[in-house]
């Protein structure tokens, strides 16, 4: 079946590093992506990874695949308080839709 | 270059009344997505179309949800009548290349309440 699964709540200090995590179903799934939602907000696509890489750099954002355990993560560096928002990992099985997870809400404390 | 438009924003009305929403993707793009996101939750999908055929209508409520995309741009999803349950955000989404998920790009959604 198709299910991804995330922690609900994250909770971080301005400056730390945030880790969130995410475990998916879909071993042919192409690509998995986050996407980050602010209140009140539309999904923004924040960056994804092929299946085929372990892990993807990009600015303060670092994903992490691990195919074999079906385990993705999100990682922030210097983690800010314009950070706050809900994170949702997806994954894309056969056919065109993306499966997303419950999404996690991180939280900023300065 | 502008992203997803959805409109309205916000829609109060009472239960068993229609209601539509509408959805203008980004330029270009030939597949377009209405997703259900309730609270707390993550988006489901509701319908996809490539150009203007509906290619996975599965998840979509037939008896009273209904979709259009009548020249393969932009499009109307509608609910008759609606149902206290069907308070929700609706969020419109397009790509750029069909068959598969490729990158989906979201608008900001219509949040529904039904009273």
């Known amino acids: 079946g198709e299910d991804v699964e995330q922690s609900l709540f994250l909770s971080v200090r301005e400056g730390d590093s945030s880790v969130i995590n995410c475990t998916y179903t879909d071993s042919s799934s192409t690509y998995l992506y986050w996407y980050k939602q602010e209140p009140g907000a539309g999904l923004q696509l924040l960056t994804y990874?092929?299946?085929?890489?372990d892990m993807k750099q990009d600015q303060r954002l670092t994903v992490l695949l691990n195919k074999k355990d079906k385990h993705l993560s999100l990682r922030i560096a210097d983690t800010q308080t314009g950070d706050s928002a809900i994170y949702f990992c997806?994954?894309?099985?056969?056919?065109?839709?993306?499966?997303f997870g419950q999404g996690t809400e991180l939280s900023v404390k300065p | 270059e502008a992203g997803v438009v959805q409109s309205p924003r916000y829609k109060i009305i009472e239960k068993k009344q229609p209601v539509a929403f509408w959805c203008n993707p980004i330029?270009?793009?030939?597949?377009l997505y209405w997703y259900l996101q309730n609270l707390g939750q993550g988006p489901e999908l509701l319908i996809r179309y490539e150009n203007e055929e509906a290619v996975d209508d599965s998840q979509l409520p037939k008896d009273r949800f209904s979709a259009e995309r009548l020249k393969g741009v932009d499009s109307t999803l509608k609910i008759q009548p609606a149902e206290l349950g069907d308070s929700a955000v609706y969020l419109c989404?397009?790509?750029?290349?069909?068959?598969?998920?490729?990158?989906?790009?979201f608008g900001p959604g219509t949040r529904l309440t039904v009273l």
């Open positions: 330029s270009g793009h030939n597949t």
């Open positions: 990874i092929f299946s085929n890489m």
């Open positions: 997806a994954e894309t099985p056969p056919g065109g839709k993306l499966i």
């Open positions: 989404a397009s790509s750029g290349t069909s068959g598969r998920a490729d990158t989906q790009y």
